[in-house]
């Protein structure tokens, strides 16, 4: 019988902080939000390749850690837009950070999130020494 109390208990403590939880971006979002605003963040990937580019034309994002409040660390590895004395390949490390929005639509809800900061933290392209960098966020799509 003591057993059954313990069960009930801990699933109405469980069940109370469910509404608590906070959402957490997705990485499916971060990836496109990032590889999106890489594309015209000239400081950024001039930093991580070495010389002057407008951004990386392509990159693959990969989420290396997650921090409080939509936040974290990701490993970018990309292809900067062509230029002289540019790398073929630039690679990096770089901290963000998401705002979102949730808006009622009848029954359902829709969220959408925002990438605020954005800032390169470490740089592995083979003979590029590390700058900081943050600039501010260029985001052209709408990620839902």
């Not at 019988?1 to 959402?23: D, E, F, R, T």
């Not at 990032?34 to 990969?62: E, N, Q, V």
Request: aromatic share 6%.
């Amino acid at each position: 019988m003591n057993k059954w109390i313990a069960v009930a208990i801990l699933s109405s403590v469980s069940l109370l902080a469910l509404p608590g939880c906070k959402k957490q971006v997705p990485t499916d979002i971060v990836q496109k939000s990032l590889t999106s605003s890489l594309r015209h963040a000239p400081a950024t990937a001039s930093a991580m390749c070495g010389a002057t580019t407008r951004g990386l034309a392509s990159s693959t994002i990969t989420v290396t850690k997650r921090g409080e409040k939509n936040s974290g660390i990701a490993h970018v590895k990309g292809s900067p837009w062509p230029g002289k004395g540019l790398p073929s390949t630039c690679e990096g490390d770089v901290e963000f950070a998401y705002t979102y929005e949730t808006k009622k639509i009848g029954r359902s809800s829709r969220t959408t999130w925002f990438l605020d900061h954005l800032k390169l933290t470490a740089v592995q392209t083979k003979g590029v020494t590390f700058k900081s960098v943050e600039e501010k966020v260029a985001d052209d799509d709408d990620d839902n």
